[in-house]
């Protein structure tokens, strides 16, 4: 299996040189709203995960289009009508760096799994021929780090039905689901432990109980992450972006990357994070 700190190692020594500082990682609009005038003043339309190269002038063509950049300094930056064209800067230096090699392993994993959101979506707009279920957890232990105040939760249906978290058997709270998709989870002041999620609710009749176990645990139960030289080149929002898209790799780990494309506001990384999806209704004999 490969650890968290071998995907960041490979990345960083097998990227070409000529790894781009900032790229599109989403339009809001049609595609053609957005067009850039190359450094070598040729007009072509914006595409998603495009990368872009120092002189590049981006414009947005009608007032509710926008263009979203990341940039390996951490910036993100949204161009709309109002604010293009932007010009990108030139690079500091000539030789990447090491941010410049994790951008390029960003931009190709968000390449690679633009798809994921359009599929993922159908789960939640499926036909009524099951009980509903909670997306993007295991049928083992889903991990969360701490401290956390709460978690989000996901149906693959509108729910109706009652969610309880339990530990050693002792009940700690009780959430009714009235037709809601996503649930907020409060999770704060709770100590390090496994808890019991149990998710209850009815089909033609039938009673139906899932259970999932949230272990809420600390950095030391982390694989191996990546050395503090390399995340402390990265601001905030990368370092969680190369954290929710490397803990992908182990399942146990997939529920705290969804958290963090919530945080991020990131519907590709929570698509990815909820395709593993695998329905768990069990129905309770009566």
């Not at 872009?52 to 940039?71: H, Q, R, T, W």
């Not at 645990?217 to 995340?231: C, I, N, R």
Request: aromatic letters at 8%; glycine letters at 6%.
């Amino acid at each position: 299996m490969k650890t968290l700190a071998t995907l960041i190692i490979l990345s960083c020594i097998s990227l070409s040189t000529s790894a781009s500082e900032y790229f599109i990682f989403k339009i809001d609009g049609p595609d053609e709203c957005v067009q850039i005038i190359t450094s070598a003043n040729q007009k072509i339309n914006a595409e998603l995960f495009m990368s872009l190269s120092p002189g590049d002038k981006i414009y947005v063509l009608k007032e509710k289009a926008s263009v979203s950049l990341i940039s390996s300094d951490d910036s993100e930056l949204t161009i709309t009508a109002g604010n293009s064209p932007f010009e990108v800067p030139e690079k500091n230096n000539q030789s990447p760096s090491v941010t410049s090699n994790i951008m390029s392993w960003i931009q190709g994993w968000y390449s690679s799994n633009s798809t994921v959101a359009s599929k993922t979506a159908t789960l939640v707009s499926r036909g009524g021929e099951d009980p509903v279920s909670l997306m993007g957890l295991t049928n083992n232990d889903n991990l969360i780090l701490l401290p956390v105040d709460s978690v989000s939760l996901f149906f693959d249906a509108p729910a109706n039905g009652l969610l309880s978290l339990s530990l050693d058997g002792k009940t700690i709270g009780k959430w009714n689901a009235q037709g809601e998709t996503e649930m907020v989870l409060p999770l704060r002041g709770l100590q390090q432990g496994y808890y019991d999620l149990t998710w209850q609710t009815e089909f033609d009749g039938q009673a139906y109980n899932s259970t999932y176990v949230i272990g809420l645990v600390t950095e030391e139960d982390l694989p191996l992450t990546p050395g503090k030289p390399v995340m402390a080149a990265l601001g905030k929002s990368l370092q969680q972006r190369v954290m929710a898209i490397s803990l992908m790799e182990f399942s146990e780990w997939r529920f705290q990357s969804l958290q963090l494309g919530v945080q991020l506001n990131d519907d590709i990384i929570m698509a990815a994070a909820l395709s593993g999806h695998v329905r768990q209704p069990f129905p309770i004999n009566k």
